[in-house]
């Protein structure tokens, strides 16, 4: 079994038995990813970029495993195969953002 | 190759090709996760519950990689087991939220 | 005095009296923001529109006036005339959704 | 008039020209303010704190003005004083963190 098919059987059965599938809609499961997103960007908050890098680690794979759990969710909930939808998007990319004009600088795409 | 490694060095390799190492410190990805979060809660803005469930696929897509990608970009600078960290989380979240007192109610842990 | 430059006031003492001035620059101000109006979302979750306006009146306020507070703060660090910067992008929302084309649905405006 | 009124009198009458008070219920407005925080921070993102404040002020102004207006929004479909709701929410800051325990510290008040 892949590993996205292991972590969303595992998170389902959490679910399932708490009787939460009534709540997870496509739009409160995307609410939720965000508002797991600031409790992540919390740990950063008033920090500068390299005072950030000595986060307490167990609370950054807590928070970053929240996003992964609801991400996950919803892409199941729509029956997406997240490697394939992951690896679309990075073909996408790679023509939005041509190496040769998008190295070294972190404009975005409309902007290159 | 497990998919998370799979999709972590295709994400490393599409970052190198352009140099963008240098924007992506801890803090910065994490901001990437939330803003990418709040394009995909765009789809479901203004819509109840019921009609956001007729979203476009192909953005519902695109959006969610987005997430995954800035979020695996993420673990792997820390040298995170995704895998892991969302089973640990799972563990973690059967003990805050115990099924007897859970069922069928979206109380927080601290209000059960 | 009027109101914005009142809590400007009593905002910018609260802050100086902690010399947090320090902390305050315009990235960390934004993701205050976002974090704020995250805890603010989380009064709503898993709620349908309508139970959602059963929202406890006393968090309410409170999570809303972060979000004022910081984004007051942000607006006081660039000089910015709220008052003035708000209307101005009423005008400019004006344009960008004529009455006739935007009437009762909730398009954005590159849809019209 | 205050300016808080004369900013809502204003946003209430572009939205109801456009009978778009059908979708202003609680949680979508916050979901609102949400959307346009992330859109600010994206001013932001893969800069550092020292670049950041070079950002666009034109862009700067009209960003906040978004945050501001949907929070206004949410703030009078609740009949909310936000002068009122700030001042107290200071108030309640001032206990939360005292003085002499915060003073140059960026801590959450329950790590103090």
Chains 1, 2, 3, 4 share one sequence.
Do not use: C
């Not at 995307?30 to 609370?59: C, M, R, Y």
């Not at 928070?63 to 939808?85: C, N, P, R, T, Y």
């Amino acid at each position: 079994m892949g590993e996205f098919e292991l972590l969303i059987n595992e998170l389902i059965k959490f679910r399932n038995d708490r009787n939460w599938e009534q709540f997870h809609n496509s739009k409160d499961l995307a609410l939720a990813i965000s508002i797991e997103a600031a409790e992540l960007n919390e740990l950063f908050l008033w920090k500068s970029a390299e005072d950030a890098e000595k986060v307490d680690k167990t609370k950054l794979k807590e928070e970053l495993a929240d996003v992964f759990a609801f991400s996950l969710l919803l892409a199941a909930k729509h029956g997406f195969d997240v490697k394939q939808i992951v690896l679309d998007k990075i073909r996408k990319n790679n023509e939005k953002y041509p190496v040769d004009k998008s190295k070294g600088n972190a404009k975005k795409y409309n902007e290159l």
